[in-house]
């Protein structure tokens, strides 16, 4: 109730401030209800409210692109060997971002076509990703991305950090629009680029960005904390703690 009474706030705020741009400026701006999310031990994921005005017209679309921070994502390969199966060959994808999600007001294969689309990176099957193996090639042979990336997108959209489906974008008379920011329970702390691209007639026009800060907070955040600073220290008390542990259970089997 809080969220909807405040969405018609947000717009006109928005408008307010598409109408003050000077005539060079872009013709669309945004921002979101909540910038800064923490994860706590209780994090189960979360919703953020993406609202904005477009100085344009009915027929044009609006594509929000939510990219996370880049990191290195392994991709296993298995195999049957000797009735077993193990990992025969890995390959490491460098710089892939850690969530990948897209919000548009129709199906981004009506809003412009593969070339534009490849262009701006928009979808899964258009990131400009490098892969390598994991171990050097004694031939020197390096893997095709483009061959290896449809499995990495399947494997991403279980996980639900890149979704395949597109979430809406609504838009009102060519003016004011807002969407909605799903955050899976399994995000990682970092800084996440959010994109938001106007287009007409197939063609991008205005483009605005801002960020969604993730960080740790809590218990979580100060053990992590110790753990990144003091390694040594948090070494020795994890095995201190792991002994006393056991002798405790120990100890308490004997009395029993």
Sequence with gaps: MIRAAMTPLFAACALLAANMLPAHAGRVVADLSQSNVSITSGFHGTELLLFGAVDGQDTDDIIVVINGPPTDIAQHR???VAGIWINVETHIWKGAPALYQILATRPIAEIADAQVLEQFEIGADKLQLQVQPARPNPAGDMPQASALLPSLTRNMAATGLWPSEIGPVKLTQGALFRATVQLPANV???VYDVRILQFRNGVAFSENK???YIQ????????YNFAHDYSLL???FAVAFAVA?????AAAFRRN
């Design 78 to 80: 298995k195999a049957k």
């Design 188 to 190: 990682t702390s970092g």
């Design 210 to 212: 801002t960020n969604i």
């Design 216 to 223: 740790k907070g809590g218990l979580s955040a100060i053990i």
């Design 234 to 236: 948090y070494g020795l």
């Design 245 to 249: 542990a056991g002798w405790l259970a």
